[in-house]
């Protein structure tokens, strides 16, 4: 078979506008492009790994967010001390989480625990001016 042939049964374009590359596709009986399989394959392999990934990703949201609000009660602890530097005062803090000054008998407000956490104390933890703490251990539980 001819080119010229092959030219005229393809392509409506006359064969002088054909670029030297497209002519030899045609001679040579490659086309450029993905057998209909070839894309089915590759839509079957993404759609497994969608499958894999997607419930994944939830779990380790609700991971990313206890982390998150673990590091908030973390974070709210660990500012008694600096409060306590600062007001030059000991600090207690007693079960019911109401955090006193030992000197002036005042009572701070700490921030607001993150929702559906809870801390307790089994014991009062002193907090000096210095910085130094001493006594219960907080237990937090959801």
């Given at each position: ?23 030899k ?7 450029n ?26 779990k ?15 974070l ?5 001390p ?61």
């Open positions: 078979m001819r080119l010229s042939t092959l030219v005229r049964s393809s392509s409506t374009v006359p064969q002088s506008k054909l670029s030297d590359n497209t002519k596709c045609l001679i040579n009986g490659l086309i492009g993905f057998t209909l399989i070839e894309v089915l394959v590759v839509m079957v392999i993404l759609s497994l790994l969608t499958a894999m990934v997607v419930p994944n990703l939830s380790m949201v609700g991971s990313l967010e206890k982390d998150a609000q673990l590091d908030r009660i973390r709210i602890l660990s500012y008694i600096d409060l306590a530097k600062s007001k030059n005062n000991d600090l207690v803090l007693n079960p019911d989480f109401e955090l006193s000054a030992v000197q002036t008998g005042e009572i701070y407000s700490l921030p607001d625990l993150p929702e559906n956490y809870h801390l307790s104390l089994e014991q009062n933890i002193s907090y000096l001016a210095n910085g130094f703490c001493s006594g219960g251990v907080v237990v937090h539980s959801k």
